[in-house]
């Protein structure tokens, strides 16, 4: 089992850069593909970016690039997601998520977080 806690979220102005972060614990090591995802109320829930196990290769939705980034730091078993240039329709619960595969649907992930809240105020 995978454990996942996000945290940094928040409000903000637009204009402005937050940083998300996603630690993970449990029986993991370093070989989980890690993603991001967000949801605003009343709407699925849509890709964001991810990152494979050794952080070389990353994938980022058409709406976040290149605002945003997505990174990871195995020895802190932690995933980060640092966004730039926020607008408010970057507003909602973002959730990190974790599988051994790849790929870009809900579906294909087996371990998520609570989700933390962004809020970008205009």
């Known amino acids: 089992q995978v454990q996942l806690v996000e945290s940094g979220g928040g409000l903000v102005q637009v204009g402005d850069s937050l940083t998300l972060s996603c630690a993970a614990s449990?029986?993991?090591?370093?070989?989980?593909?890690m993603a991001w995802f967000r949801q605003a109320p009343g709407k699925e829930r849509e890709f964001v970016a991810s990152i494979n196990w050794n952080g070389r290769s990353t994938y980022y939705a058409d709406s976040v690039k290149p605002r945003f980034t997505i990174s990871r730091v195995n020895t802190k078993n932690t995933v980060y997601l640092q966004m730039n240039s926020l607008k408010p329709e970057d507003t909602g619960v973002y959730y990190c998520?974790?599988?051994?595969?790849?790929?870009?649907?809900?579906?294909?992930?087996?371990?998520w977080g609570q989700g933390t809240q962004v809020i970008v105020s205009s």
């Open positions: 998520a974790a599988q051994m595969g790849a790929g870009v649907s809900v579906r294909g992930y087996d371990y």
């Open positions: 449990g029986r993991t090591g370093s070989n989980y593909a």
